[in-house]
């Protein structure tokens, strides 16, 4: 499950997994950051908030999570990795391969720095 907020006057959405993502998660976040994105042209940026990655709840949900990537990534200026997921340290070295996002890795405590960081000035 995904929860996640925009925050309009920023142009930031914060994204939270609390569990196994699933294709309805991709569908809603769709949704509600592809009506932003239409409205503004682009979000400022992106923070994946989460202790840990949950992982897919099937191939399905992986899928659909490639999908929403390859869909929206050329409209997100920054991502911002806020976890201290192992898996998510390195993802800003993979990221850079097929993503036009700077994407940076912060620790689960560091949420403050990554605020700052995306609302710097490149």
Excluded: C
């Excluded at 097929?98 to 609302?119: R, T």
């Amino acid at each position: 499950m995904i929860s996640f907020k925009i925050m309009n006057a920023d142009g930031i959405v914060i994204i939270e997994p609390s569990g196994r993502l699933e294709q309805t998660d991709f569908d809603q976040l769709t949704k509600g950051i592809g009506a932003y994105i239409n409205e503004k042209g682009y979000v400022n940026g992106l923070i994946i908030h989460t202790k840990n990655f949950p992982g897919w709840e099937s191939f399905r949900g992986f899928i659909h999570h490639m999908k929403f990537i390859k869909d929206h990534h050329k409209k997100i200026k920054k991502v911002a990795a806020v976890t201290d997921a192992k898996f998510m340290s390195i993802a800003p070295m993979v990221a850079h391969h097929f993503v036009s996002a700077d994407v940076k890795h912060f620790g689960y405590a560091e949420m403050d720095a990554a605020m700052k960081w995306i609302h710097e000035k490149d």
